[in-house]
């Protein structure tokens, strides 16, 4: 939090990226932080803290979030037990729907999913929201078509393959 970094009178430096990773790291508390500025040398560390200190006044941990992408893939059972394992509770799917169920001998022949299974496929795999791209130009006007087909699976209760 910038404004905490000033209250404290604390420089902008590459010693945030640092302490970013011991805190991933799970670092003790009890360590300590040398805090450098931009144009630091080995000697110019402007102050020494804890780590728990620092956390507690001038980081906000928040939760990230889970994207996932997935494009020219063919549907297999093995190709779909990955996909699903790559987006387990994906908060945002972005998935290709190149072509309507009724193409899918075409969607196999081209290494592409049909809108029902990529509906399918983000629901198996918990996906909070799903965004469809990767259209085929054969729908050119009608792309609703395929949107409409892949949030049926989505909200669905049973796979329809």
Do not use: C
């Not at 931009?38 to 620092?54: I, S």
């Not at 085929?136 to 049973?158: C, I, W």
């Amino acid at each position: 939090m910038k404004n905490a970094l000033i209250d404290m009178n604390l420089p902008i430096g590459p010693w945030l990226s640092e302490l970013k990773q011991q805190i991933l790291r799970g670092d003790p508390d009890t360590t300590p932080v040398e805090i450098r500025g931009k144009h630091h040398t080995e000697r110019d560390a402007v102050a020494t803290l804890p780590l728990g200190l620092l956390k507690e006044r001038i980081i906000k941990v928040s939760e990230g979030m889970k994207i996932s992408y997935i494009a020219d893939a063919v549907y297999s059972d093995e190709n779909a037990a990955k996909i699903v394992n790559l987006a387990d509770s994906s908060d945002i799917m972005f998935i290709e729907a190149t072509f309507l169920d009724e193409d899918s001998e075409r969607a196999t022949r081209k290494y592409h999913l049909t809108a029902r299974q990529a509906g399918n496929l983000a629901r198996r795999a918990g996906a909070k929201n799903l965004v469809l791209f990767h259209f085929s130009p054969k729908y050119r006007g009608f792309e609703q078509h395929l949107v409409d087909e892949a949030m049926a699976a989505f909200k669905g209760n049973r796979d329809v393959m």
